[in-house]
């Protein structure tokens, strides 16, 4: 039995030509987010987001925080080869560079009009993802998110994600810290970027 392999070999680089072509990037917006005063039982605000430490007047321990959902269900079907969370800033406490992370939850449950800086998604659900340098220049600053959009809290989940961004504490000793536009901004609004492509059909090759 004789094995074509150039022919083979053509027709998977042909394949997969074929496959990268149909690679695309799509943006998904926040379908709800709110800035939260970590252990407040205030409201949280829905008209601003933020990630600060120390910038309650009388308390140099505070911390601000943003919480923000996606829905992933128009990615069902797709490899998604790259995630990036996009926030702007509008205001910063500080010029110098403080790092802010972002982590996804297992909770999904909050809603903007009932979420608290006591009722938020436990330490207990939050998962790591990464952190971003951010400074005193007013602009877009991205996170990977990645696995947060492919894992057990995003697609592989309910396909809802939601995401927490707030100051990494191990800087604490200054007050820091950025305002962001939220998403019924007239422009800049929190998003999700991703690159993704169709999961590609099973292929059957025939041997001659």
Known sequence: MKHSWKYIAAALVSAAIAGSAQASVITLSATANSALLEGKANNG?????????GTEQNDSNSVWLSVLKFDLSSLAGMNVASATLNLTTFLNHSNSPYLHQVYSSSDDS???????????????TLTLLSATSIDGTLKT???NVLSGVTGQDGLSGNKMLTLLVKPDLSQAGTFYGPHFYERTALSNTP???LDVSPVPEPESWAMF
């Open 141 to 143: 600053y991205s996170w």
């Open 191 to 193: 998003s999700l970027t």
């Open 110 to 124: 909050w809603t903007e009009a009932s979420i608290t800086g006591l009722n938020m998604p436990a330490t207990s």
């Open 45 to 53: 605000r829905s008209d601003v987001l933020a990630s600060e430490y």
